[in-house]
């Protein structure tokens, strides 16, 4: 899994810095641990929505004219926040991705602009 980590935020040094303050040094070490929902108010939230905004998410991105675009199957996908949610150790992926529904965040840019705004 830490492989797996490592392959996947490769490359962007804001991201290698986000799992590095802990929670990437701690995997394996899940005995005890009580899982939690991913909400606005979780301690991890900002660095959450900051990779699933990034490269390795939806990848928005503003153009030279003001344009935003963004990466995201629509509908009830909730990939990306799938795939990153379960980069941590200590968290209920499920639980998190029903949450983000029940707020409003039915696919992965919804996330960000219906359950982070
Ligand atoms: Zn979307």
């Known amino acids: 899994m830490i492989v797996n980590k490592r392959l996947l935020f490769g490359g ?4 290698t810095t986000t ?3 802990g929670s990437l040094l701690l995997y394996g070490d899940t005995m005890d641990k009580t899982l939690e929902i991913m909400t606005p108010d979780h301690e991890k939230w ?3 929505v900051a990779v699933l ?9 503003e153009d030279e004219k003001g344009k935003t675009t963004w990466k995201c ?7 990306f926040a799938r795939k990153i949610l379960s980069l941590y150790d200590d968290i209920d ?12 965040g039915h696919c992965d840019c919804e996330i960000l602009w219906n359950v982070h705004n």
Do not use: A
Request: hydrophobic share 20%; proline share 3%.
């Open 12 to 15: 962007c040094p804001r991201h």
């Open 19 to 21: 799992i590095t303050d």
């Open 46 to 48: 900002e660095d959450f």
């Open 53 to 61: 905004e990034g490269e390795d998410g939806c990848s928005f991105f």
């Open 73 to 79: 199957k629509g509908g009830n996908d909730q990939t």
């Open 93 to 104: 992926v499920e639980g998190s991705l029903k949450y983000f529904t029940e707020h409003g």
